[in-house]
């Protein structure tokens, strides 16, 4: 007797699968001019060519961008050969791995020859050997979403491992074994958890099971393939979901292990928030806060979303038990920045993005400072002054870190920051409080004093831009004035 429930499942699978296709047949028409085009060079040529991986499964979920990602049996020189007169632009980035860029109309464009990977237990690099069918390729790609291919010209649909079912279901598996995956290359481990946080998938139990088992493999690669992918995973839709995998793999352990370090015991005497809890919460609140795509400077932060995710990763080294029960992080800010600086420096961001990122984390407890509105004009400017570029950051990054679930205080905090934006906005119609500067500059310094540059012109400008702070802008003759007295006062 036919089972009801087992019919609808089937039926409700069928609808998913046919509107997951009519998508794709969509997205594919669109790009189809040059993918054809394109195609038929390759196939006049003696080779083949297939709309593959990423491209595919974004075209199914009605999502393809204008990057295409193509696999062909033809070697490298054979594949810049046809691409060098069809193409606007070509580059040579990747030859080394099979991979041929070029660009074409809007369409940035990646050619790669039919390969496997595996690294060896000593090395950091992936041995490329090239594969001679389009089968073998796709076996070795990281999940089933990702291997499938549309050979082309003729739009033929080759899906062996079931990939369009597990796109139906929203579920990551791998094409043969997970161990055989992450042995291949350890890094699809955590590019399971980017596409968890990407996408809004779930990871298959048995995928799970192997990240947890193998985590210890990550350690052979490189830290710029690490932090690439971290960065991926970050500034995706759905961050928390993959920050929460790796910290429950042991993944985290080895690329952010003060994000795990947060978890933070807890007993009936000494009650805190939970830090991590709070951290991934703080997150998810700074990414809501970020403009939209469509806005000038607007879509995903990394600063932002960095200092989110850093902000306290000094309270492990700084908590104390009072004598009164309460728990204490005192001094975290500091600590945390320092922390900030050397893990994103052992993960080899660039420097310019270690200052700005420590730089919101050493600062994103000032505001606490303010309580009611007792600050001075002068105490708005430094924290002007000192936040720099960085100051619309620092709104966003203080107004995210409050976490309570007591209403009448988020609310009291809410208003008190809005309170000092408004001081700020006022401030800086006066006095252009986002260059502040001292009345006078070094050469009109020189030349009041009539002394050459040296140390103590560094230290009568400090002295002068600590009085502009202090008490505003002055005009010329009240500065030249305060300059003669400081200097006098020098002996």
């Known amino acids: 007797m036919p089972n009801a429930n087992n019919d609808s499942l089937t039926q409700s699978s069928t609808n998913e699968l046919s509107q997951v296709q009519r998508r794709a047949v969509s997205e594919l028409l669109r790009v189809s001019p040059v993918a054809d085009d394109l195609a038929r060079r390759f196939q006049e040529a003696?080779?083949?060519?297939?709309?593959v991986g990423g491209s595919v499964r974004d075209a199914l979920l009605g999502r393809l961008g204008n990057d295409l990602d193509f696999t062909t049996d033809a070697r490298p020189?054979?594949?810049?050969?046809?691409?060098?007169?069809?193409?606007d632009a070509v580059w040579e980035v990747g030859i080394a791995f099979g991979t041929v860029g070029c660009r074409k109309a809007d369409?940035?464009?990646?050619?790669?020859?039919?390969?496997?990977?595996?690294?060896?237990r000593t090395s950091r690099k992936p041995e490329v050997s090239y594969g001679d069918s389009i089968e073998e390729d796709l076996v070795r790609r990281d999940f089933t979403v990702n291997a499938m291919a549309v050979a082309l010209p003729e739009k033929e649909f080759i899906d062996p491992h079931g990939g369009l079912e597990d796109l139906a279901a929203r579920v990551l598996r791998t094409p043969g074994t997970p161990e055989e995956s992450f042995s291949d290359d350890p890094l699809r481990m955590m590019r399971a958890a980017r596409f968890a946080a990407q996408l809004d998938f779930e990871v298959a139990p048995e995928v799970v099971t192997a990240m947890t088992e193998m985590s210890g493999r990550l350690e052979i690669v490189s830290a710029e393939r690490v932090r690439?992918?971290?960065?991926?995973?970050?500034l995706s839709d759905h961050p928390r979901k993959g920050l929460k995998l790796l910290v429950d793999t042991g993944l985290a352990a080895l690329v952010l292990p003060e994000l795990?370090?947060?978890?933070l015991e807890r007993d009936e005497h000494h009650r805190h928030k939970d830090v991590y809890e709070h951290t991934l919460t703080v997150l998810e609140q700074a990414v809501a806060l970020e403009a939209p795509r469509d806005q000038p400077g607007g879509g995903p932060d990394l600063v932002l979303r960095l200092a989110a995710l850093l902000h306290d990763i000094g309270k492990p080294r700084?908590?104390?038990?009072?004598?009164?029960?309460?728990?204490?992080?005192?001094?975290?800010?500091?600590?945390?920045?320092?922390?900030?600086?050397?893990?994103?420096?052992?993960?080899?961001?660039s420097n310019e993005l270690v200052k700005e990122v420590s730089?919101?984390?050493?600062l994103h407890l000032r505001f606490h400072g303010y309580g009611t509105g007792e600050w001075t004009d002068s105490a708005v400017r430094r924290y002007v002054r000192d936040a720099g570029p960085l100051l619309e950051r620092l709104h966003k990054l203080t107004r995210s870190d409050c976490?309570?679930?007591?209403?009448?205080?988020?609310?009291?905090?809410?208003?008190?920051?809005d309170g000092l934006e408004e001081r700020i906005a006022k401030l800086q119609e006066q006095e252009e409080l986002d260059a502040i500067r001292p009345d006078l500059d070094g050469n009109q310094i020189m030349e009041i004093l009539g002394v050459g540059p040296g140390p103590q012109i560094g230290k009568a400008y400090k002295h002068m831009l600590e009085l502009r702070l202090e008490n505003g802008p002055m005009g010329h003759d009240e500065a030249v004035a305060a300059l003669r007295e400081w200097w006098a006062a020098q002996g």
């Not at 003696?46 to 709309?51: E, S, V």
């Not at 020189?77 to 193409?87: F, Q």
């Not at 730089?359 to 050493?362: D, G, R, T």
């Open 260 to 263: 795990p370090a947060l978890r």
């Open 77 to 87: 020189e054979d594949v810049l050969k046809i691409v060098r007169p069809w193409a």
């Open 359 to 362: 730089k919101l984390v050493e």
């Open 318 to 349: 700084t908590r104390r038990f009072e004598k009164d029960g309460r728990v204490s992080f005192h001094h975290h800010e500091v600590v945390g920045a320092k922390m900030t600086k050397a893990r994103m420096t052992k993960l080899k961001y």
């Open 403 to 417: 976490t309570t679930r007591n209403k009448r205080k988020a609310n009291a905090l809410s208003r008190a920051y």
């Open 46 to 51: 003696g080779f083949t060519l297939a709309l």
């Open 107 to 120: 369409f940035d464009i990646e050619v790669t020859t039919y390969r496997s990977e595996a690294y060896d």
């Open 228 to 234: 690439d992918e971290l960065n991926k995973l970050i």
